[in-house]
């Protein structure tokens, strides 16, 4: 067997004497400046890439839902979306951010790179219910969360105000520079909901040639709704 | 009648105002020794306000109750016997014997009310402060034997009137040893950090205080603040020399100026007490009593014994 020296430092050298003296040592900072942020007045410097606020190109997002399968926090969930009175052909993910942990893994896996995140990270509300929707958002475009950082360079959420209407299910975004932002929200998860079936450019085509016989249609509906 | 009445009421204001203002510069000095920047100085006023403003006050009874008027009692009482450079109100009969007691009774009072509120950490609390009490009392007393010895008399005012002529107590050899041990008694009585045992924070979450909240707090706050006016008044008087200013032919601005002396007298004391209380651990209520008997007992004593001679 080989013979192992470990270096162990002797205790001779580790042990301080304790002393009345040394401790007035302490008092060297009293009249150098403080080493201290005087936060609203100002800014911190925050860390390139820090991992903040998701951004989503909802061009670019295929709805394969591999962000939804990796986050640790089940915090995404996808979402049927309807903008312009045009069905979105993808779900797009939504995330809640009153169970995401901002590890950024469902940016790494994101196949298309249509999930990415800002620096921002100040998101504070009161307890009142439709303040807490600001939480749960569909993530806008990068292009328009840079434009709003530019604006207001102090890492809040880019929205002020999130409008949730339950009947209609209109979602409104009041993003902070002024801009409103309408899409509605058909339905949850990975099929398809029913509102969302018909492809938006058929159907009205289809319409317009059977107009006449609206209530065979019904009839059919029925028919598959039951069976 | 009526005029001493005014008079007492104005000491009082001015001793609330200037403690109140101390326990600023207490929170800033600590800030600034740590190297951050602290709140305005007069944020103590604002949290006494803020606690006297409470909705709900939670109390156990009657001696719950008393026992804090008791204590901001005996501070006022205190503060009416200790000369005020000119203007105080008892100070013919301000012996040390009475002072050095009427500044300890505040304690007892809180742990009155500590004890009534049945919580074990106030108990725990009551227990430690009634030890450092006990502990503080041998330096104490060595002390105003010297004091007594040095200039025979036991009156504060006289031994204010004495170093006028044969200047300050400290230039003394004997009683500087008193001084330093008075100093060190003194830490504990602010309860500054090396003896704040009985309030430990982070320890006993609080001690005796633990139980206290809202008007009983803001009234301790206040207390508090009367006290560190007459504790850090009275040491500035027996042994910096207080002040009584003849210089000016009018008599107000006689006092102005006593006053003014008396206040960088006191700043002076209070900032060895913050020194001290930053950059010194908490010691274990053992090691506490064997301190107070060793090395302060044993100054005093010297002292003491010197004086005598
Ligand atoms: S950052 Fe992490 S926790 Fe948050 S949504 Fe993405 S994967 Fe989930
Ligand atoms: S954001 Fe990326 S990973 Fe998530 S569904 Fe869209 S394309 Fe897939």
């Known amino acids: 067997m080989e013979e192992i020296d470990f270096k162990v430092a002797p205790e001779s050298k580790i042990k301080k004497r304790p002393s009345y003296i040394k401790p007035w040592l302490g008092l060297k900072y009293l009249f150098k400046k403080p080493v201290t942020i005087k936060i609203p007045y100002e800014k911190t410097q925050i860390a390139k890439n820090y991992r903040g606020f998701h951004s989503l190109d909802w061009k670019k997002c295929i709805g394969c839902n591999f962000c939804g399968q990796i986050c640790p926090a089940r915090a995404i969930e996808m979402t049927w979306i309807e903008v312009d009175g045009k069905v979105e052909k993808r779900p797009h993910p939504k995330i809640d951010y009153g169970r995401c942990t901002f590890c950024e893994f469902c940016v790494d896996v994101c196949p298309t790179g249509a999930l990415g995140f800002v620096e921002n990270f100040m998101l504070t509300t009161e307890w009142k219910d439709e303040e807490l929707e600001l939480f749960d958002w569909v993530p806008i475009h990068p292009d328009k969360l840079r434009e709003i950082n530019e604006k207001f360079p102090d890492y809040r959420f880019p929205v002020g105000k999130i409008e949730f209407n339950k009947e209609t299910k209109e979602v409104t975004y009041y993003l902070r520079d002024g801009d409103v932002f309408k899409f509605k929200i058909l339905g949850y998860g990975v099929r398809p909901p029913a509102a969302a079936k018909p492809k938006p450019a058929a159907p009205k085509a289809e319409e317009a040639k059977k107009v006449k016989k609206p209530e065979e249609k019904k009839g059919q509906k029925s028919e598959e709704n039951s069976s | ?309």
């Open chain 2, 1 to 309: 009648m009526l005029m001493t009445a005014v008079r007492a009421f104005l000491i009082l204001l001015y001793a609330v105002f200037v403690g109140f203002m101390f326990m600023g510069i207490i929170r800033i000095v600590t800030a600034r020794i740590h190297r951050r920047v602290g709140p305005p100085i007069y944020q103590p006023i604002l949290d006494t306000i803020k606690l006297l403003s409470k909705k709900s006050n939670i109390t156990h009874g009657l001696i719950y109750d008393f026992g804090i008027i008791y204590a901001l009692g005996a501070t006022i009482l205190a503060l009416m016997f200790i000369p005020i450079g000119g203007v105080s109100i008892l100070r013919a009969y301000g012996d040390l014997i009475l002072i050095t007691f009427l500044l300890e009774i505040p304690m007892l009072g809180i742990m009155f009310a500590a004890m009534s509120s049945g919580n074990p950490w106030a108990g725990l609390g009551a227990q430690r402060a009634l030890l450092t009490l006990l502990a503080i009392q041998v330096p104490l007393g060595f002390a105003i034997v010297a004091l007594a010895e040095f200039y025979g008399t036991f009156s504060t005012y006289e031994i204010v009137m004495a170093q006028q002529t044969m200047g300050w107590s400290i230039t003394h050899m004997p009683l500087l040893l008193v001084a330093i041990a008075y100093d060190l008694v003194l830490q504990a009585m602010f309860g500054k950090e090396p003896f704040d045992i009985m309030i430990a924070p982070g320890e006993i979450s609080l001690g005796p205080m633990v139980e206290f909240g809202g008007k009983h707090m803001g009234i301790l706050q206040i207390q508090h603040a009367i006290a560190l006016f007459a504790e850090t008044l009275f040491f500035a008087n027996i042994f910096l020399g207080g002040a009584v200013v003849t210089a000016f032919t009018s008599p107000i601005l006689n006092t102005i100026a006593s006053l003014a002396i008396l206040l960088v007298k006191q700043i002076a004391v209070l900032m060895i007490a913050i020194f001290v209380g930053a950059i010194f651990p908490r010691f274990t209520i053992d090691q506490a009593a064997r301190f107070y008997w060793k090395w302060p007992t044993i100054l005093a004593a010297a002292g003491a014994i010197l004086a005598a001679l």
